[in-house]
């Protein structure tokens, strides 16, 4: 099993096999101080071998800190993946999804979206959590601007 697709937005949602999102393809967050709880969408395809459609599988999808210590829910879910009428035989068959989750980070540095089946992992989304405090431009100080 295969993941085809794992992308990270600030909104997703999946209907009728497609996968609508705003804000996608994000690697990095920068936030003005840590810790800082965040949402986000994660949008995923797993493609299915023929061969292990017709049967139940279970999937897991988890956030990691630098440490690799959970972060946030972990995500669980039970799925089977059919064989559409007309399907040409040894194609994989892909299931999609989105969800919304939440994570409060506390670590500056890599993390990860990591996504298993059974216990194989199948996909990892790495991002990089930044602390980087707001720079104050002339049109924030608190006296105007000469001219």
């Known amino acids: 099993m295969n993941v085809g697709f794992l992308i990270l937005a600030d909104h997703s949602e999946s209907l009728n096999g497609k996968i609508y999102a705003m804000g996608a393809g994000w690697n990095v967050l920068r936030f003005p101080q840590l810790p800082q709880p965040w949402a986000f969408g994660i949008a995923l395809g797993v493609d299915v071998p023929w061969d292990m459609t017709n ?3 279970s999937l897991t999808m988890h956030i990691e800190n630098p440490d690799g210590e959970l972060l946030g829910d972990e995500f ?3 799925f089977e ?3 559409p009428p007309g399907s040409i035989a040894g194609s994989d068959q892909r299931i ?3 969800l919304r989750t939440q994570a409060e980070f506390a ?3 890599p993390h990860a979206v990591v996504v ?3 216990e194989d992992e199948i996909g990892r989304s790495r991002f990089y959590v930044i602390e980087a405090p707001m720079e104050i ?3 924030q100080m608190d006296e105007p601007p000469s001219v």
């Open 55 to 57: 049967q139940r599988h």
């Open 76 to 78: 669980e879910m039970e």
């Open 81 to 83: 993946a059919g064989r």
């Open 137 to 139: 431009g002339p049109e």
């Open 116 to 118: 298993k089946v059974g």
């Open 96 to 98: 999609v999804l989105s």
């Open 107 to 109: 670590t500056p540095g």
